[in-house]
């Protein structure tokens, strides 16, 4: 029975150190090392291997033999898809983002249809919406955004499909879409046919990141229905913008502070604003759990009374 250099066989598990054994780059070392992880993925599709076989040989295989094994048939991408769904996402976020984009952009495809197709049969009430959030995929979002900016490359300008390429548009920062073409190298139109596959949600990509707002203003200028919808919405762009860019400038201050000064801090930059912005900023510290529900009511109070001596509650809890 074949062995590969570090002697296993087909019914071994790889070992963990195997990947660390080689170039990840090149075929050459793999073959001299007489790698035989194609070999076990085919004897588990086959039943002929258990299941820590199989995935052992996932986990240590070099992108370029995944992508190889993956080329051969529909079977193997199902099973490589398989191990990715099952798999926590840091675990397999070395293989993801070794794979070219054309790989990537195949899956996606795959994974994107399976969704669809899976969410159909399912009530309005109880569907997810949203692709990224369902627990077999979100191995996408820890691909890093470069990353995932080269893929909707690859699914607008060499398979023609922006319908695809524009739901990573949700999982990417706003500084990022906010300036898509940088990361793209987009010419004006290719940014357009992206945009426009979003239909309806296109209203939605400047609240998501407002900093888009005056260049999809420009982009769309000889489209009148978009430009016409665009235009109505810049009081509310604005509005969002300033709680987006206060939001984050209070997560950095928090992420470096102790709580007292925090509290204090959110206090003095939020003096002032008007109480709605102020009452949906102190709702996302509350999601990322900066502050608590209390600090949240303390700190509104304040907003609204300017009375200081809700203050007194919070420094004793501080003080014990």
């Known amino acids: 029975m074949r062995k590969c250099f570090l002697e296993t066989t087909v019914d071994d598990a790889c070992p963990n150190n195997c990947k ?4 990840p780059h090149t075929l050459v070392d793999i073959n001299k090392m007489q790698c ?15 299941f820590r ?25 199902e099973l490589v898809t398989y191990y990715l769904y099952i798999s926590d996402p840091p675990l397999v976020k070395d293989i993801i983002e070794a794979f070219t984009s054309e790989t990537l952009a195949s899956l996606f495809r795959t994974d994107y249809k399976t969704f669809i ?15 990224f959030k369902v627990r077999g995929y979100r191995y996408w979002t820890y691909l890093n955004f470069q990353k995932v900016c080269d893929v909707i490359v690859y699914l ?21 879409v906010s300036n898509l073409k940088d990361y793209t190298g ?52 604005r509005r969002q913008e300033k709680i987006l860019d206060l939001t984050e400038k209070l997560l950095s201050y928090t992420a470096k502070n102790r709580l007292d000064l925090n509290i204090q801090y959110i206090f003095s930059e939020l003096n002032g604003t008007e109480i709605g912005i102020a009452t949906e900023i102190l709702n996302q510290l509350q999601e990322r759990k900066v502050i608590s529900p209390s600090q949240k009511e303390l700190v509104l109070n304040f907003l609204e009374t300017g009375n200081l001596d809700i203050l007194k509650p919070l420094k004793m809890n501080l003080l014990r």
């Open 186 to 237: 987009f010419t004006p139109e290719e940014e357009k046919t992206l945009y426009q596959a979003l239909g309806d949600a296109i209203y939605e990509l400047p609240i998501q990141s407002p900093k888009i707002y005056d260049h999809m203003l420009a982009l769309f200028a000889d489209d009148m229905e978009i430009f016409i919808v665009l235009s109505t919405m810049e009081e509310l762009i």
């Open 156 to 176: 607008v300008r060499e398979m023609k499909e922006p319908e695809l390429a524009c739901q990573f548009l949700v999982i990417l920062p706003s500084a990022i």
């Open 117 to 131: 197709s899976i969410r159909d049969t399912i009530s309005k009430e109880k569907r997810e919406k949203n692709f």
């Open 20 to 23: 660390m054994s080689f170039d």
């Open 36 to 50: 035989i992880a194609k070999e076990k993925l085919r004897a588990f599709l086959q039943n002929r291997v258990t």
């Open 53 to 77: 076989v199989g995935i052992s040989a996932f986990y240590q295989s070099n992108y370029r033999i995944l992508e190889e094994f993956m080329a051969e048939s529909k079977e193997n991408q």
